[in-house]
């Protein structure tokens, strides 16, 4: 089975643009999660999605917003780019949101804000 | 907040040789899992433990859940240049709605193993 899958690979934009990054989750994976890693730090929560309902929301400015589509896979934007949203942006799919369960992640894709 | 603080940040050590790498917080969590990155690449998914002072073993790999589920550790026994990468510890955090859960990283220990 495949993995998760993201679009683009990399990506360079400008401050103040908007940019749509892209996630499909491994097959009959419901939930969708996304993260904000910037060089040198953990992964950081910005969303998760499960059945396309938003089940929670990390400590991001509105400028941040996602959803979640019937086929499981999800969109990420993000309005008014700034420098400090370069990063690499994580997409993580797993069979539920509770319990032990375990989250896969995709390759990421890299953003590049100039 | 809940914090998952790793330590050490960075390690270098001689290919055979054994580490430790250490994750610990104040809160308690579910269950925690451990990851490895490779540069410009998504984290991989190496175990997660669930119950409090589980050990669970992967070939050369340990890894331990504290008692009190607020801790783990990751040791290595005779590292190998291969075992080179970032290694994360998440800690499984409830969300507010409904038994939903998002992952806590902390800032990772990045291991170099030289040959």
Request: charged share 15%; proline share 5%; hydrophobic share 30%.
Given at each position: ?114 | ?115
């Amino acid at each position: 089975d495949a993995g998760v899958t993201q679009s683009p690979t990399h990506l360079i934009k400008t401050r103040g643009q908007q940019v749509t990054l892209r996630c499909s989750p491994i097959s009959g994976h419901k939930s969708v999660s996304w993260y904000q890693q910037v060089l040198g730090q953990g992964p950081q929560f910005i969303f998760q999605y499960y059945e396309k309902e938003e089940r929670g929301r990390g400590n991001f400015p509105d400028r941040f917003s996602a959803r979640q589509f019937p086929n499981y896979s999800s969109e990420l934007n993000v309005n008014a780019l700034l420098l400090g949203d370069s990063a690499l942006y994580l997409c993580a799919s797993s069979l539920t949101t509770g319990g032990s369960y375990e989250q896969y992640f995709g390759p990421g894709t890299r953003l590049t804000v100039t | 907040t809940q914090l998952l603080e790793q330590s050490p940040q960075f390690l270098s050590i001689q290919e055979g040789e054994n580490l430790t790498v250490y994750c610990n917080s104040s809160s308690v969590f579910s269950s925690l899992q451990w990851y490895r990155q490779e540069p410009g690449e998504g984290p991989v998914l190496l175990v997660t433990v669930v119950t409090g002072g589980e050990v669970k073993k992967l070939k050369r790999l340990t890894f331990q859940f504290g008692d009190a589920r607020k801790d783990s550790s990751l040791h290595i026994t005779a590292a190998q240049p291969g075992d080179t990468g970032l290694y994360l510890c998440a800690g499984a955090a409830r969300l507010t709605q409904g038994g939903s859960e998002k992952l806590v990283f902390g800032k990772g220990t990045k291991l170099t193993v030289n040959p």
